[in-house]
């Protein structure tokens, strides 16, 4: 998977290519609507096109619209949940997590095995950075 500095992102997929782009400014809230051929036309194509010329010759197949699962820090949450025994979370890692589940997966399987996340410090990615905006973990790709 490719995700570019245009927040475009797009990986082989069958016989095609599956692209994608999540509108930086879209408002909070749940948005079933898919624009289609409109969307992919004016913000999908272009940021394709000028990444690499090939895809000049692209074009709509078929889409949907989806759900994001974004943070404050539009970073991913992972570790124990505080309050509770046994019980840990890695998700929200929106757009990358087919990239990262491997590694969180791992860090998290290490925590609960012996208690701490051995190659992956996954601390600052705990769900109670939230409260302090200067312990954030943010990506300067989603800014």
């Given at each position: 998977?490719?995700?570019?500095?245009?927040?475009?992102?797009?990986?082989?997929?069958?016989?095609?290519?599956?692209?994608?782009?999540?509108?930086p400014d879209e408002p909070?809230?749940?948005?079933?609507?898919?624009?289609?051929?409109?969307?992919?036309?004016?913000?999908?194509?272009?940021?394709?096109?000028?990444?690499?010329?090939?895809?000049?010759?692209?074009?709509?197949?078929?889409?949907?619209?989806?759900?994001?699962?974004?943070?404050?820090?539009?970073?991913?949450?992972?570790?124990?949940?505080?309050?509770?025994?046994?019980?840990?979370?890695?998700?929200?890692?929106?757009?990358?997590?087919?990239?990262?589940?491997?590694?969180?997966?791992?860090?998290?399987?290490e925590l609960i095995d012996?208690?701490?996340?051995?190659?992956?410090?996954?601390?600052?990615?705990?769900?109670?950075?939230?409260?302090?905006?200067?312990?954030?973990?943010?990506?300067?790709?989603?800014?």
């Amino acid at each position: 998977m490719i995700v570019d500095s245009s927040n475009l992102y797009f990986h082989p997929e069958g016989g095609h290519v599956l692209a994608g782009y999540s509108i930086p400014d879209e408002p909070p809230g749940f948005d079933f609507g898919y624009d289609g051929r409109d969307f992919f036309e004016s913000q999908i194509w272009p940021r394709l096109a000028h990444r690499f010329s090939t895809f000049e010759r692209c074009g709509h197949v078929r889409g949907w619209a989806g759900l994001y699962a974004v943070t404050p820090d539009r970073s991913g949450i992972a570790g124990a949940v505080a309050g509770f025994t046994n019980l840990f979370e890695g998700h929200s890692f929106t757009g990358r997590g087919v990239m990262q589940s491997y590694g969180i997966g791992t860090a998290l399987a290490e925590l609960i095995d012996t208690g701490r996340s051995r190659d992956i410090e996954i601390a600052p990615l705990a769900r109670d950075r939230f409260g302090d905006p200067a312990r954030w973990v943010t990506e300067d790709l989603h800014i």
